[in-house]
């Protein structure tokens, strides 16, 4: 395979871990895989392997035309502007007007489960950057990526401290992934060179609600965990309570109501179609993480 892919947001942990399974899993040529980023300088790392590295600023129109020119395959992972409302959709489809206009062959996009009809307040993001690249003639490929794993290593910590894990999902059941089996994901899927637009789901082999959540945790790390039902309300005066901005209170509030709805309710054998292998169980997953969990 010779086509030359290019990751943005290689500086992030999701592009660390793409570029490595292409380089270390898919054996991808380092002189193929272009990693950009706003500041390359952080990407030392990557071209000491040989892998090409780009300045690409989402705010800067004519930086991301500079580092797509002869670009192959595009992935665009979905960036952090999430605390101005339409800022990172005004950036995404940026990237995707600077995809046609560099004449790139195949542009793919990390992406959310169900954003058509999702409560999660970044849902709009992701379904208008799908759209804006279905609109283009450039075959395309999207990764709904479900809510990963890594997420819980943020505040359960502390839960474990209390007992006790505040929640609106009510009873909804998530089937979380964790973030490297997307990455491997991902990196198969950018590295077979398929022509056909697709859209993947990457999820867990299983969905689980708060309370089988819970369990897991528990079980893995030899710890008691309660989760206890709060309303919408309660838990973002919590998470506001914990001085977290008001964006980040909206987004995982907002994520509970997803669960809650039934949204992320969703297992797909995506995951096996592109690697072969079963993703990492979510206990698997805690007992590899046991160490921070238990900090």
Not at 64 to 73: N, Q, Y
Not at 96 to 106: E, F, L, P, Y
Not at 191 to 203: C, I, K, R
Not at 275 to 290: D, E, I
């Amino acid at each position: 395979m010779s086509e030359t892919i290019l990751i943005t947001g290689a500086a992030g942990q999701l592009g660390q871990r793409i570029i490595h399974h292409l380089l270390e899993t898919e054996k991808v040529p380092a002189a193929n895989i272009i990693a950009a980023t706003r500041d390359p300088a952080k990407l030392a790392d990557l071209a000491a392997k040989g892998v090409i590295t780009r300045k690409a600023d989402f705010d800067n129109t004519a930086s991301l035309e500079s580092a797509f020119k002869g670009v192959d395959r595009l992935l665009i992972i979905s960036t952090d502007a999430l605390a101005v409302p339409s800022q990172r959709l005004k950036q995404h489809k940026a990237a995707v007007d600077a995809a046609v206009k560099a004449g790139v062959k195949h542009i793919a996009y990390t992406s959310m489960p169900s954003p058509d009809k999702s409560l999660v307040t970044f849902a709009p993001d992701h379904l208008g950057t799908e759209n804006a690249m279905k609109a283009t003639d450039i075959p395309y490929t999207i990764f709904r990526n479900a809510w990963y794993m890594d997420n819980y290593l943020h505040g359960m910590p502390h839960n474990l401290q209390s007992g006790n894990w505040y929640t609106s999902s009510d009873g909804g059941k998530v089937a979380n992934i964790s973030r490297e089996d997307c990455a491997r994901a991902i990196a198969a899927s950018l590295a077979s060179g398929s022509d056909e637009s697709a859209t993947y789901t990457l999820t867990g082999a299983e969905s689980l609600s708060a309370d089988q959540i819970a369990a897991v945790l528990s079980d893995a790390v030899g710890r008691p965990l309660k989760a206890v039902s709060v309303t919408d309300e309660q838990l973002g005066q919590g998470i506001r309570g914990a001085g977290l901005p008001d964006f980040v209170a909206d987004m995982l509030v907002s994520a509970d109501a997803n669960i809650r709805a039934g949204n992320f309710d969703l297992v797909t054998a995506d995951y096996e179609t592109l690697t072969g292998n079963k993703p990492q169980t979510l206990k698997g997953f805690f007992v590899a993480h046991k160490t921070a969990l238990t900090a």
